[in-house]
């Protein structure tokens, strides 16, 4: 243990994993969204569940999900969405009836 006066030192292993943590991309916020999207690079995920909605990135995966999630229903490869066919670019859309002034 050391004394009071004395700083705790780091372990090879801590720091290692510090530096990892900060310069590794990870893929969320506006960086990621092109990835995760599907657009330019293939993306994660490219089926989606037709029950669920959940993604897989791919039909073994997919397979896997409805065979744990939904073992009642039978498996069809044909009912799945295709996310990387089917991608549609959401825009930010005013909601009706909401303006930008509540002054009258």
Request: charged share 30%; net charge positive.
């Amino acid at each position: 243990m050391t004394g009071k006066a004395k700083p705790k030192k780091h372990t090879a292993k801590e720091i290692a994993a510090k530096v990892d943590a900060a310069t590794t991309n990870r893929g969320g916020g506006k960086a990621g969204l092109a990835d995760r999207s599907g657009v330019e690079k293939g993306g994660h995920a490219k089926y989606e569940c037709p029950h669920c909605k959940i993604t897989a990135p791919d039909l073994k995966s997919m397979q896997i999900h409805h065979d744990a999630k939904h073992p009642k229903v039978p498996f069809e490869e044909s009912k799945l969405v295709n996310l990387h066919a089917v991608h549609v670019v959401e825009t930010s859309k005013p909601r009706p009836g909401v303006r930008g002034s509540l002054k009258k």
